[in-house]
């Protein structure tokens, strides 16, 4: 289990008056990591029991849990119990964040969740009966079992070559829908375009339109970010607009020429559809088909690294995109890609 510095939990109860309070932190968390954690908390009309996102180099991961028993919690209504820490792995702290919020409600009592989490993150294993939870059941690979990428690419088509070609050029997305578990499924599935990567340092599921949060989302050149407030439509954090609910997808004006099709934009346009189409390929063996498409997309790339540098890295010139006369919205595609794979020399 993954620890460091700003690592750590919070717990906010909601009592029977309605006020809400942050009861218990360990060890130590920020004021921002406290508010952050507060306004994401939201006990009243939210769509989903468990939520989570980045903020600032650090994962936090929110279960949301009413308190039926009323000889332990005789005051509390509902309770969240909120993870920090700097790894990625929904599956594994929902699981974790489930079992503190049961122990909680089972004693009452703020110092026997402390004895689970640490229990967890010291040896990365639970024994308390009724509590099993083991570290090394949830891989930190990204699992195809928790994205729905056929089900991206059906709702939008062929212009789900436009998302692809987002995610490709590391451009900056932010995909709106008001249902929060719909959201999360969606910011978790994309990345799944572009698989070689590790996607989880520029994921962002769920910010709001929060001054710290903005200036926090603006210190990256590139991410996939949720959102639930509708006026990120008029804001400027996008390159690539996602409506889900609407399924349309919208471009910035300063990303067009970038985001300019091509015939092998057409091309790859048509294989993810019937990729979609096909109701015999499971999520995994699409993820696979998509990652080999894209590799070869790669490797027609890697050819024109004719350059090697000092460093003996190889690497794509201006001069080698311009040798081979692609049309001018072709070598305007391989040039930003180059950029995004860090083997263009600028």
Request: charged share 20%; glycine share 4%.
């Amino acid at each position: 289990m993954v620890s460091g510095e700003g690592s750590g939990y919070n717990v906010f109860e909601k009592d029977c008056n309605g006020d809400v309070l942050c009861t218990w932190t360990y060890p130590s968390l920020t004021t921002q990591q406290r508010d952050l954690a507060a306004r994401k908390c939201r006990f009243d009309g939210l769509d989903t029991h468990f939520l989570y996102g980045q903020f600032r180099s650090l994962w936090y991961y929110i279960n949301i849990n009413e308190a039926p028993d009323a000889t332990k919690l005789p005051k509390v209504r509902q309770f969240s119990i909120c993870i920090w820490t700097s790894e990625f792995n929904p599956d594994k702290f929902e699981a974790l964040s489930k079992i503190m919020g049961r122990k909680y409600n089972s004693t009452g009592e703020q110092v026997s969740v402390m004895e689970i989490y640490l229990a967890a993150t010291a040896g990365g294993q639970i024994s308390d009966p009724g509590f099993s939870f083991c570290s090394q059941d949830f891989p930190k690979s990204l699992s195809h079992e928790s994205t729905n990428l056929k089900e991206i690419i059906s709702n939008f088509g062929l212009e789900s070559i436009i998302i692809y070609t987002a995610v490709l050029l590391k451009k900056r997305i932010v995909v709106y829908h008001h249902d929060m578990s719909t959201l999360l499924k969606a910011i978790r599935s994309i990345p799944a375009f572009v698989s070689h990567r590790d996607p989880s340092n520029t994921l962002f599921p769920c910010i709001d339109l929060h001054k710290d949060e903005i200036l926090n989302l603006k210190s990256y050149a590139s991410y996939v970010a949720g959102c639930r407030d509708a006026n990120v439509t008029s804001s400027d954090l996008f390159d690539v607009f996602v409506h889900l609910p609407a399924r349309e997808i919208s471009i910035a004006s300063n990303a067009r020429e970038s985001m300019a099709m091509t015939r092998t934009h057409k091309e790859i346009a048509f294989f993810l559809v019937q990729l979609s189409q096909n109701e015999s390929l499971s999520e995994q063996q699409l993820v696979t088909a998509v990652s080999a498409k894209t590799n070869d997309l790669l490797e027609q790339l890697r050819n024109l690294a004719t350059t090697t540098t000092s460093e003996g890295k190889s690497v794509v010139t201006l001069e080698s995109l311009r040798q081979n006369s692609f049309p001018h919205a072709m070598e305007n595609f391989l040039f930003n890609l180059a950029v995004a794979e860090d083997i263009m020399m600028l």
